[in-house]
C-alpha cells in the first residue's frame, strides 16, 4: 500500500486518496465496533436502542457508562466491550494516523 523508501515520493492527489481510503477503513471499524456496543447493550442489559448506542458510544470513546450494569451478563459484557474498545480505539487511530506519518518519514528520508 505504501511506496519503498527507495522509490519517489507520490504526489498530493495520491496521497489525498490514500488518506480518504484509510478514512474509510477508520470509519468501518468504528461503526462495526458501535454495532457490536449496540447489540451487545440491546441484548445483555435490554436497553433501548438509544441507551444502547449511548452507552456503546461513551465506552468506544473512552468516557464510560451511562447506565448501570445489574445484571452480571451485563457486567461481563461492558467488561470485554471496554477492553475491545480501547484496542479497536487505538487501532483506528493507527489507520488514521499511517498516511500522514508514512509521508512525513519518508520526506525525512529523502531529504538526507
Same mark, same amino acid.
Given at each position: 500500500?505504501?511506496?519503498?523508501?527507495?522509490?519517489?515520493?507520490?504526489?498530493?492527489?495520491?496521497?489525498?486518496?490514500?488518506?480518504?481510503?484509510?478514512?474509510?477503513? &477508520?470509519?468501518?471499524?468504528?461503526?462495526?465496533?458501535? &454495532?457490536?456496543?449496540?447489540?451487545?447493550?440491546?441484548?445483555?442489559?435490554?436497553?433501548?436502542? !438509544?441507551?444502547? %448506542?449511548?452507552?456503546?458510544?461513551?465506552?468506544?470513546?473512552?468516557?464510560?457508562? !451511562?447506565?448501570?450494569?445489574?445484571?452480571?451478563?451485563?457486567?461481563?459484557?461492558?467488561?470485554?466491550?471496554?477492553?475491545?474498545?480501547? !484496542?479497536?480505539?487505538?487501532?483506528?487511530?493507527?489507520?488514521?494516523?499511517?498516511?500522514?506519518?508514512?509521508?512525513?518519514?519518508?520526506? %525525512?528520508? %529523502?531529504?538526507?
Amino acid at each position: 500500500m505504501f511506496e519503498h523508501k527507495s522509490q519517489k515520493l507520490i504526489s498530493r492527489k495520491e496521497f489525498i486518496s490514500r488518506q480518504l481510503k484509510c478514512t474509510l477503513y &477508520a470509519a468501518v471499524i468504528i461503526a462495526f465496533s458501535l &454495532a457490536i456496543g449496540v447489540i451487545g447493550y440491546s441484548t445483555t442489559c435490554d436497553l433501548p436502542f !438509544v441507551d444502547a %448506542l449511548l452507552n456503546a458510544s461513551m465506552i468506544l470513546a473512552g468516557m464510560g457508562p !451511562v447506565d448501570e450494569m445489574t445484571t452480571d451478563t451485563s457486567k461481563f459484557f461492558a467488561s470485554f466491550y471496554a477492553i475491545y474498545s480501547g !484496542v479497536a480505539f487505538l487501532s483506528t487511530i493507527g489507520v488514521f494516523i499511517a498516511p500522514m506519518l508514512h509521508r512525513f518519514m519518508h520526506k %525525512l528520508h %529523502l531529504e538526507k
